[in-house]
């Protein structure tokens, strides 16, 4: 009897994460490619954070998911399969910003989300047709996908496996932020009822929301957040932090079971701490206020290196965020990922120090700096780390906090994290 067609879902390593591992998230988009996949096909996953992969294993099919920072792995998984003649397909956010690289790796590649078009893909290769292109263009306001799946991850140890999208698409165009590139420029949402659906299918536990601003629409959130109430979920995700401008959204938000919200602040100071996402009539301090009041933990994040930010932006940043209060600080520098306006502008001006894409990863500097050298930015990010997470910092934050202990837990794990990502760096 001839075997079922086998396809192999591959998430890349850049590097190994030693004990943060088991705070490891599942590929969302992996998870979604698997529920895309119709059932005639079978499904295994080789998730590098987790375990090598089997490179002689005999697939019809590996496709494979590329941040920018994973894309030089991801070639050189690539390679090695086709050099066996096993077709690949390359996908997710560097392959759709730059697709004519990615083919130079790939049978195929997948340009924008992959739902709409990764049956016909499948359909084709078994056709003999397969194409080097498959597009998917983001439209309208209503996001039509399926449930994300999760039998094929197996025993794998994550932090949880329970989660998923409500909404995808961002307004607000930040210049360094890739997602409008890929989702589109407008907030898109589930249909309520089929998010609360999915949700009721979780066990209670923690799940996540890997949304990239899960309040962006107040309106459209409002009925997934009344409906949560109740379902024994315990959630963490990401938001603009202007939702608190409502008190009753912030109610909702803690009501319906949310423990931890991330919030970009982006800067302490300069153009983008008066963006339009970040500003509004009550300070980022009342806003935060509110929100950890409730007991929500509060996790701020702020990017070094913007073109009005000098040499004395670290401790600003610092002393900035112990006035505000945040749960979590959370420090990056900012990277001009392909494809985002940041990345032409800085080109047009050769201020870019390579395109070595496995080190644009927020943690190392690829430009150079408007007022301070690579290395000044470089060190001053290192500095403002570890400050904040000095053993008197995270005392002065965690003595704010309604839940001392559940503060005092995040902000270890996060010191850890940060001392380990050092060790591990490449």
């Known amino acids: 009897m001839n075997r079922r067609p086998r396809l192999l879902l591959v998430y890349p390593a850049t590097h190994r994460l030693g004990w943060v591992k088991r705070f490891q998230l599942p590929s969302l988009s992996l998870k979604q490619v698997a529920a895309a996949t119709p059932p005639a096909w079978e499904v295994l996953l080789a998730d590098e954070v987790q375990e090598e992969i089997d490179f002689d294993g005999d697939y019809d099919l590996v496709a494979i998911t590329a941040m920018t920072h994973q894309a030089v792995r991801a070639y050189q998984i690539a390679d090695r399969f086709r050099v066996r003649g096993v077709p690949v397909a390359l996908g997710g956010i560097h392959p759709t910003v730059l697709p004519d690289e990615a083919i130079g790796h790939a049978d195929s590649v997948v340009i924008g989300e992959a739902e709409p078009v990764w049956a016909g893909l499948l359909d084709d290769l078994q056709q003999g047709r397969l194409q080097q292109f498959y597009r998917s263009v983001p439209s309208g306001n209503r996001l039509v996908i399926p449930w994300s799946r999760r039998d094929f991850l197996g025993s794998r140890r994550y932090l949880t496996t329970r989660t998923l999208q409500a909404s995808r698409g961002c307004p607000y165009d930040c210049p360094f932020c890739t997602v409008t590139p890929y989702f589109g420029r407008s907030f898109r ?39 949560m109430a109740g379902m024994g979920l315990k959630w963490g995700g990401q938001a603009n932090l202007r939702f608190a401008e409502d008190p009753e959204l912030v ?31 009550s300070s980022q301090a009342e ?110 934050r965690v003595l704010q906090s309604p839940g001392k202990g559940i503060n005092l837990l995040y902000n270890i794990l996060r010191r850890g994290g940060i001392y380990a990502q050092e060790n591990t760096a490449p």
Not at 206 to 223: H, K, Q, S, T, Y
């Open 189 to 227: 949402y589930r249909d309520p009822d089929d998010v609360l659906a999915e949700l009721a299918s979780f066990e209670p536990g923690l799940m996540v929301f890997l949304d990239d601003n899960i309040l962006g629409d107040p309106e459209r959130a409002r009925p997934i957040l009344k409906g």
């Open 287 to 396: 806003l935060i206020k509110r929100i950890r009041d409730t007991g929500v933990v509060v996790e701020g994040s702020v990017i070094f290196g913007f073109d009005d930010h000098d040499e004395g932006i670290f401790e600003r940043t610092v002393r900035y965020l112990e006035r505000c209060a945040v749960s979590l600080p959370t420090f990056h520098i900012l990277t001009p990922y392909p494809g985002t306006a940041l990345f032409q502008q800085f080109q047009q001006e050769g201020r870019l120090l390579h395109t070595d894409w496995q080190r644009y990863d927020h943690g190392q500097v690829v430009y150079r700096p408007r007022q301070m050298t690579p290395k000044r930015l470089y060190q001053g990010w290192q500095e403002a780390r570890r400050e904040a997470y000095h053993w008197s910092s995270i005392a002065g």
């Open 251 to 281: 109610r909702l938000l803690a009501d319906s079971g949310c423990i931890g919200i991330f919030v970009g602040l982006e800067s302490a100071d300069g153009a983008f701490a008066n963006h339009p996402k970040t500003a509004g009539r």
